[in-house]
């Protein structure tokens, strides 16, 4: 029998990547990247590409979406995308599909990715067979546990970048009531993502520039190269977000006991990933009180395999698409 072929596609706040699969297997010249503000849904994307390759049908697509994924239904939560089964089937005449949250996506790749991909950020053991924690921390920020289990791979799908934001200091606090009731987007609520996403990072810069005096509006990209430079209130910048950071990655790492590993994924985390040594990740992550030895029992990665999702969809389709 043929190998089927599948499209996949990876839809981002700011990007899609689409790509062809063979199994679990991602042809990595068919890899293309579309901005999303040049199109009004998926639909026109996933049609663009099939007319590029020359397709007319495809066995399966797998799309993985960067939002709350309910009954079928993506909402993209960056985006004003809504996606289902039967835009899919229109765009690409697949007779399997299936829509994943983009951490689902994620989740469902490891095991799948090379081991050049994977830097070690905090040491600790790894258990086979044990619970793993996909983290992304981007242009949003969310959390999937992953769990291999008799009848295959579940990765629960979570909206935990939308839970209260970390306080455990006094400078916590005050940033969580700047962050709550500060700015054009100040919503009466500092959740997660709203201090660790790229927003959540140009939020806290306002934050401390405007403690020292002078509130800076910056953006995220702007913000980075000045810590690049070594700009003191960049560095403080960096400074407090690696301590929101670690102790947020810690919050999930006893709410999953995740003894298989943590993966860190995303632009804002990989651009952090300089600096997190430095600037104490892994204290802020261990930071628990009488369970700081516990902590030890867990390892976090960054993953630098910027198809990894493609892949995920890819394997989600091979495996029988369930979850």
């Not at 697509?61 to 089937?89: E, F, H, K, Q, Y």
Request: hydrophobic content about 50%.
């Amino acid at each position: 029998m043929p190998t089927p072929l599948a499209l996949v596609a990876d839809i981002g706040g700011t990007n899609t990547r689409v790509a062809l699969a063979d199994g679990k297997v991602v042809r990595p010249a068919s890899i293309r990247r579309y901005a999303n503000a040049e199109f009004t849904s998926l639909e026109p994307v996933l049609a663009r590409y099939m007319a590029e390759e020359g397709l007319k049908s495809v066995d399966g697509t797998c799309v993985a979406a960067a939002g709350p994924v309910r009954d079928g239904v993506a909402v993209m939560t960056n985006l004003s995308w809504v996606i289902d089964a039967a835009l899919l089937i229109r765009a690409t005449g697949a007779a399997q599909t299936a829509i994943l949250n983009d951490l689902q996506a994620q989740g469902h790749a490891l095991g799948h990715i090379a081991p050049e991909f994977l830097r070690p950020l905090i040491p600790g053991p790894q258990t086979a067979g044990a619970a793993m924690l996909v983290v992304g921390v981007g242009t949003g920020m969310n959390a999937a546990p992953v769990h291999d289990t008799a009848q295959g791979r579940l990765v629960a799908p979570s909206e935990c970048g939308h839970i209260a934001m970390p306080v455990q200091t006094e400078q916590d606090f005050r940033l969580s009531r700047f962050v709550a009731h500060t700015g054009a987007n100040a919503h009466g609520y500092a959740g997660v993502e709203d201090v660790l996403a790229g927003r959540g990072l140009e939020r806290v810069h306002a934050f401390i520039t405007t403690e020292a005096g002078a509130l800076q509006d910056l953006k995220a990209a702007d913000i980075m190269t000045a810590l690049a430079a070594g700009e003191p209130l960049a560095r403080e910048t960096a400074k407090l977000y690696m301590h929101l950071l670690g102790q947020e990655l810690g919050n999930l790492a006893l709410i999953h006991l995740p003894f298989g590993g943590i993966y860190l994924i995303g632009g804002v985390a990989r651009a952090m990933v300089p600096y997190m040594d430095e600037m104490n990740l892994t204290q802020a992550f261990r930071t628990k009180g009488r369970f700081a030895e516990f902590m030890q029992s867990f390892a976090v990665f960054a993953v630098e395999d910027d198809f990894a999702a493609l892949t995920g969809c890819a394997a989600f389709l091979a495996s029988g698409g369930r979850d």
